[in-house]
Antibody
Framework: EVQLLESGGGLIQPGGSLRLSCAAS????????MSWVRQAPGKGLEWVSG????????FYADSVKGRSTISRDDSKNTLYLQMNSVRAEDTAVYYC??????????????WGQGTLVTVSS | DIQMTQSPSSLSASVGDTVTITCRAS??????LAWYQQKPEKAPKSLIY???SLQSGVPSRFSGSGSGTDFTLTISSLQPEDFATYYC?????????FGQGTKVEIK
């Protein structure tokens, strides 16, 4: 059974940094693209960042480009998102999502339960 | 960026009805289109990929069609557990983009 478990959310002050983690199990982690998708309170889904299976390619939404880094540790079956200089508009539930294939641009067949990030002073 | 526009934004329907949701891409995306279902306070659930292929375990009352710029999600014989918000997503190119969502409510 595929499981994705996010962690690292919480209350963060504007301008601060956060590191989200997603622990994966139940599939060959290295063979699949992974992404972070967020949802602001009461809003729709927004793709944030994606990384190919094996980590050779990474892509970012304009809203986080330059202040975020996606990475993966295939030996630990874990996906990460480092976000710096956070802003109020980064407040959202962040979901980890498993791609249906290795390539970065993909759709998703499994989602984590999400971790809430609140940016506020 | 490719813009995805869903219609309607919300609809009311009864158990047993057939419901159709439309998703339009601002430019052609072949069949690189997925559909997701989300219930309040829950993570999205994947329904369809490739425009018309059902994800494993998804009931056959869900179907998808379309190619290019115009796509539809059809739910035949609506069940109580189908009342939720539905999103389309294009994965033709980065950034991947989602429609704004269609909320299916009980009439």
């Amino acid at each position: 059974e595929v499981q994705l478990l996010e962690s690292g959310g919480g209350l963060i002050q504007p301008g601060g940094s956060l590191r989200l983690s997603c622990a994966a199990s139940g599939f060959t982690f290295s063979s699949y693209a992974m992404s972070w998708v967020r949802q602001a309170p009461g809003k729709g889904l927004e793709w944030v960042s994606g990384i190919s299976g094996g980590g050779g390619s990474a892509f970012y939404a304009d809203s986080v480009k330059g202040r975020s880094t996606i990475s993966r540790d295939d030996s630990k079956n874990t996906l990460y998102l480092q976000m710096n200089s956070v802003r109020a508009e980064d407040t959202a539930v962040y979901y980890c999502a498993k791609g249906i294939e290795r390539t970065s641009v993909t759709c998703y067949d499994h989602w984590g339960q999400g971790t809430l990030v609140t940016v506020s002073s | 960026d490719i813009q995805m526009t869903q219609s309607p934004s919300s609809l009311s329907a009864s158990v047993g009805d057939t419901v159709t949701i439309t998703c339009r891409a601002s430019r052609g995306i072949s069949n690189w289109l997925a559909w997701y279902q989300q219930k309040p306070e829950k993570a999205p659930k994947s329904l369809i990929y490739g425009g018309s292929s059902l994800q494993s375990g998804v009931p056959s009352r869900f179907s998808g069609s379309g190619s290019g710029t115009d796509f539809t999600l059809t739910i035949s014989s609506l069940q109580p557990e189908d009342f939720a918000t539905y999103y389309c997503q294009q994965y033709n190119s980065f950034p991947e983009t989602f429609g704004q969502g269609t909320k299916v409510e009980i009439k």
